[in-house]
Each structure stands twice: as C-alpha cells, then as structure tokens.
C-alpha cells in the first residue's frame, strides 16, 4: 500500500479517470460456472432476491475452493460493470464468488423490502440472510474450503462492517472482512455529499448528455493534470457528484416510491418533476420519504468504526479497512486513527479501481 502513487491530485479526476475502463470487465471473463440464484427472504422483502454465483468447478461439477462474498457500492446492481469486476477479480484467484445487489440499487429495492430505503440495520440483516440461505445450500454440495471472505466497497463496506459482526453473534466466522473506500460516518458522508451537490449547482456547467460525454472523454485522454483547465475541473466535480451520486439517487427514489406507491414523487407529466429531480439530496430523502430512519442516521450506529469495536469485542480479529485520504465522501477523516484503518495518499473515491497497483492488491490481499 507503500507504493500506491497517484498520478492525479484532483479527487474529483482521478474518481471520473478510474471509470474509463470499465468495459474491460465483462462476464466472458470470469471463471467458473456463471448463474443468477434466487433466495427468498419473506421477513425482509415480499419478493425473491436475486443475486449473483459463481462457482469454481470441474467435469461441471462445483469443487472445493474459498468463498468470497462481495457487496459492491451504493446503486450498483447485478449487471453493472462493478458487479462483474468483482466476480472476474475473485473467480479468476480460484474463488467461488457471491455478489449481491446494494441496497441502494433499483434490483434490491424493484424486490418490496418490508423497511425502507436506508434502513441499514435491515438491509445488512437481509444481505446477511440471503448469505446465509445460499452458503447453506452449498454446504449441502460440500464445496466450500474453510477460509470464506466478506468484501465490500463504499457503502458495501458500510454493510461489510455491520455484517461482520452479525456473523460474529450467529457464530459465523469470516476469514476475513475487507473494507474499501468506506463512508467512515455514513452521517457526515451524506452530509458532505448534499453539500457538493449545492455545489455543483454553480459550476457553470451544463448538464446535456453531450456536454456529459465530450468532457468525459476529454477526462479519460488526460495524461498529466497541467493538461486540465478550470471548466474541466469543474466538469470532473460535477460527473464524480451528479452522474455518481446524485442521478443515481434519483433513480432509486423513484423506483423506491413506485414500488411502495407513495405517490411523494410529482408525476411524469408534471412541470414540477424536471425541478424535483434537480433539488433531490439525500437530507431531503430522509426528511420526505423516511423521517423515521433520522434517530437511526444520526446514532452512533452510523459510524463504522462502532461496528468494528463491537466486532472486536466478540472476539474478531479479521477487519481491514483501506481509504484514500482525499475521497470526498471522508474528508473530515482524513486523520482518524482506527485500528486496522489504513489511507492511502490520493486516490479520491476508488480511483485506483482500473490501475495495475490495484489489480496486484487484489491478487495479495487475497
């Protein structure tokens, strides 16, 4: 981690720069036997969830191998790039791998949870039962080894964290839970988000599709920042904040109102959607949709380093925590001191996700 150097000091750039090569994770690449499983979980979701499984196998049949189970970033789904890379990462070490949707993404919430969005206590609890469901299942194969691993990246890490220590009280025990890029107080994380996104508002920059894609591609061909003008800059702030949070928030909301018809969303033909859109925040989630969840939010509870001591103090000795020290999403931390928390100089949020330094990091963390 010593040697981790990054090439762009702007959080904001090297965030966009990690996503212009995304497409060099395809399924194609993973190894193993590919399929979507589905679990049903009735105390947490009127629907099966589905997820994804990969299995190491040989004459077609599964064989013994480590577990990984991998909770990718808030909104991220089943087939998006994300997903996949972490089962072509962990299949192609010899893992089975299992990858479920995030709580935030339109596939878990498109299923009717019975709690709502944000509620992290029940989401962790229902990615740990649809865990729990399928590890069974595959005990039953007998083709799991004994080391079994739980990652998670941003709020997936978030929920790597609380998981861990419900295995912990059900007497599970991973081998090890791995946390990247994580919110370290999802509070102050969605504190800090809102507050860029009223940001981005006076960029001065426009938000057409085209403008979009010409400045990302612009992003992607820079080789060093000098070659960066300010419009730039402020182009790479606004595709990091709005495309990566803000769009994305929109996107579950609204899938999240349709699905539990609450009717809080204007409709599709009013003037006043377009405006709705553009003001959403998380606060403003929160305040409208689940004013119940704030007690929660504002609690202890939402700082991982709370789960982590009480994970520690049930006798776990598995935790490793990996930051960059300019991610927007922590700045106010870039100084904490938690056990087993390491930051690495720069890298904003997973922006060293498409570099050869993060591919070697996999391959010996693992």
Known sequence: MREFKSEFQNPYVKTVRSLCEKGKYQKTSIKGQYSKYTVSLSEFMEEDLVINLVLQVKNGEPIKAPFVLAIPGAFTNLDDDQSIMWMQYFSNLGYHVMTLPNPWGTDFISKKTKFKMGDYLNEAKTLYAAFKETYVHLEKRNPVSSKTHLFGLSYGAFMTSIINTLAIEDGFHFSKATMVAPPLDLNTTIKLLDEQIDEIKDLGVSGSLL????????????????????????????????????????NSVIEFDDVHQLDLVPGTFSGDKAEWKKQLKFSKYFEVFAPELKPLLNSEKSKLEYWNKKAALLGANNTRIMASDDDFINVKFRKAKEARLVFLRGGGHFGFRNSTWFDQFISIAF
């Open 211 to 250: 403008g979009t894609l010409v400045n990302f591609k612009k992003i992607c061909k820079l080789e060093k920042e000098s070659e960066a003008d300010t419009k730039l800059l402020s182009w790479s702030k606004y595709l990091a904040i709005k495309e990566g949070f803000q769009v994305e928030l929109v």
